[in-house]
């Protein structure tokens, strides 16, 4: 394994954690409405 491969590693990781933390985000913002609209007595799921 050469420097290159470890830094060429290294920036997929860097994106794949940046792309995991946007999904992550997306699921606690849309857990966050469902749990409200529980509070309401409604259950409708927003995409």
Do not use: P
Not at 8 to 37: D, F, M, Q, W
Request: proline share 0%; aromatic share 6%.
């Amino acid at each position: 394994m050469s420097i290159n491969d470890i830094r060429l590693s290294r920036e997929c990781v860097k994106k794949a954690v940046k792309y995991l933390r946007e999904i992550y985000r997306h699921r606690i913002g849309k857990t966050r409405v469902i749990s409200l609209n529980n509070h309401t007595g409604k259950t409708d799921y927003i995409d």
